[in-house]
C-alpha cells in the first residue's frame, strides 16, 4: 500500500511539474516575424582558409546565398555586423563576394574563436537596439554556434541561416544546428529572410529590389516569374 501510495504521489508530482513547466516554454518560443526594424545581420569568419575546408554543402552555394543574404540587409536598411579571424596572420580577407555585397562594411578582425566575447562584436550589434540577430558564417560548429550561444543567454533571439552557414564536414554542421536549437535559435535559409523582410509585395520601395536580387541569387525562382512574363498576354 506505502509503495503504490508512493508511486501515485510521484505521479502527481510529474503532472504538476509538467503543467507549470510546458507554459513557460510555450512562452519562449519565438512566434513574431522578422522585420527590417527588429533584425541586425552578423556574418562570420567568410575567409579563403575556412572556405578552402568546407565540405557541408558546396562553397558556390554558400557564396551565393551570403551574398544574397547580405544584398537583402541592404536593400532594408538592416545594419550587418561583419568580422573576421586572424586575417592577416592565418585566415586571409574576407571573400571578394561578400564583401562586394557589402562594400562599406569594415569587417572585425578578431583573435577570440567566440566572436561575442570580443567586445568590438558584440557591442557593435548591442548599440543597433535590434532583438533577432540574423547570423550565419563559418565554421558553423563552433565560429557560429558560440556568439549563438552567448547571444542567446543575453536574451537576444537568434536566427541561424543555415545554407550560408558551413563547416568541415556535413555532420558537424549537423549537429551543430541540433545543438543550436535546443539552446533556443532558430534555423533559417537566406530566401524566407529576405521575404519576411518584404512582407508584402505592395511595398514599391523595396519589392524592385528584391526581385533583382532573386534574379541574381535564386535563379530557380526567378525562372518562373520570366516564364510568365514572356507568356502573359
Not at 547580405?70 to 571573400?95: D, E, H, N, S
Amino acid at each position: 500500500a506505502k509503495m503504490i501510495k508512493r508511486l501515485l504521489d510521484l505521479m502527481v508530482f510529474v503532472l504538476l511539474s509538467v503543467a507549470y513547466v510546458a507554459p513557460l516554454h510555450a512562452a519562449s518560443r519565438v512566434q513574431d516575424q522578422l522585420t527590417p526594424e527588429n533584425s541586425v545581420e552578423l556574418l562570420i569568419d567568410y575567409q579563403p582558409q575556412f572556405a578552402f575546408a568546407t565540405r557541408s554543402t558546396d562553397i558556390d552555394s554558400l557564396v551565393n546565398n551570403t551574398a544574397g543574404l547580405a544584398k537583402a540587409a541592404r536593400v532594408f536598411k538592416v545594419p550587418i555586423v561583419i568580422t573576421t579571424i586572424t586575417a592577416q596572420a592565418f585566415a586571409g580577407p574576407l571573400l571578394q563576394q561578400v564583401q562586394t555585397a557589402a562594400p562599406n562594411i569594415e569587417p572585425i578582425d578578431r583573435t577570440i574563436i567566440n566572436a561575442w566575447r570580443d567586445e568590438r562584436v558584440a557591442t557593435a550589434v548591442r548599440a543597433t537596439g535590434r532583438k533577432k540577430i540574423v547570423m550565419a558564417g563559418l565554421w558553423t560548429d563552433n565560429c557560429v554556434m558560440l556568439p549563438a550561444l552567448s547571444a542567446l543567454a543575453e536574451g537576444f533571439e537568434v536566427y541561424v541561416v543555415t545554407d550560408a552557414s558551413g563547416d568541415y564536414d556535413p555532420v558537424s554542421h549537423e549537429r551543430a544546428v541540433q545543438r543550436l536549437v535546443q539552446a533556443g535559435a532558430i534555423p533559417i535559409t537566406w530566401l524566407p529572410v529576405m521575404l519576411e523582410w518584404q512582407a508584402d509585395w505592395s511595398r514599391g520601395a523595396t519589392a524592385g529590389a528584391v526581385n533583382q536580387i532573386i534574379r541574381e541569387h535564386a535563379a530557380a525562382m526567378s525562372a518562373g516569374a520570366q516564364y510568365h512574363t514572356a507568356i502573359a498576354p
